[in-house]
């Protein structure tokens, strides 16, 4: 077989570079210097040198690579425990942020609570105040409903009555019910006002609850307790417009203007009821009579 001297020595000097570090004692010298067969290396061994140098490369670099990725992963592992500390954090400055709208909630309340007192205490005041004006102020009307009355010699009980007729008038007319306003005309009628409060139905009269009916409601809440009072009587089917007509007749043409309200001693226990109701309720003292004069 025909052997060229230069590719040996290439190849026996490649095989001694690659099997050295598993061959220490190996001699490339004297591998060189023999010529027999058997000390060439053959092709399979070169290849069997070079394939166990790429798995030591292999290997070398799966190492670096294990490294590599255990630092990456306690890299990592720092990076959570510094997100978990962080989101601690936040937790805290929000349990901190919610104990201080706690308090100050608490606060306000605590601030809104007095200062409601105090307006309640100063809305007190003030109604306790004007209830005194009020009761002044009707005092003062009495008097003067009083006066006008004992001017032109009507402070008697047909005088308190119509009085007191002419207020229920006005309250009909101008008061906030227009189904109440449409029953009576602007021109005040005793005998009609006293028509129409006597005839009103239980839906209407249930109106007059408001305090704008204060003197329909009086005059007719007068009449049924003086019905109350005097039964049985006499006499069947007491009426306001009766009793007005029974007043025109005993009190006509005798004026009077005494310190009392003159109430003659001829008017029935009914009639005589509901007179000297309207008289309390005016704030004036009632003075009997014993004749229509």
């Not at 799966?62 to 954090?89: N, P, Q, S």
Request: with cysteine; glycine share 4%; aromatic share 6%.
């Amino acid at each position: 077989m025909f052997r060229d001297p230069q590719i040996m020595l290439a190849g026996r000097s490649l095989f001694g570079r690659c099997c050295r570090p598993l061959h220490k004692s190996f001699d490339v010298s004297r591998s060189a210097a023999r010529t027999s067969t058997s000390s060439v290396p053959t092709f399979d061994q070169i290849c069997e040198c070079q394939d166990e140098q790429r798995l030591r490369n292999l290997a070398a670099r799966a190492v670096e690579a294990a490294h590599k990725l255990e630092a990456a992963l306690r890299e990592k592992e720092k990076e959570l425990a510094f997100k978990d500390d962080l989101i601690a954090a936040k937790h805290d400055l929000i349990a901190a942020k919610e104990e201080v709208i706690a308090a100050t909630l608490r606060e306000k309340e605590y601030v809104v609570a007095a200062i409601l007192r105090e307006k309640k205490n100063v809305v007190a005041a003030v109604l306790r105040e004007k209830e005194g004006v009020v009761a002044e102020m009707k005092i003062r009307e009495q008097m003067q409903d009083a006066a006008t009355l004992q001017e032109n010699g009507l402070f008697t009980a047909r005088g308190v009555f119509e009085w007191a007729t002419r207020r229920a008038h006005w309250q009909l007319y101008r008061g906030p019910q227009k189904e109440l306003k449409s029953q009576v005309s602007k021109q005040f009628n005793a005998t009609h006002t006293l028509m129409v409060l006597e005839g009103l139905d239980e839906h209407k009269r249930k109106l007059l609850d408001s305090p704008s009916y204060s003197w329909c409601k009086m005059l007719l809440d007068s009449k049924d307790g003086c019905e109350a009072e005097n039964r049985p009587g006499p006499t069947a089917g007491y009426s306001l417009m009766n009793l007005y007509g029974t007043l025109s007749h005993e009190m006509h043409g005798h004026p009077w203007s005494g310190a009392s309200v003159a109430v003659s001693s001829t008017l029935s226990a009914y009639e005589r009821c509901v007179i000297l109701k309207l008289i309390h309720e005016a704030g004036w003292s009632a003075n009997i009579q014993e004749s229509s004069s």
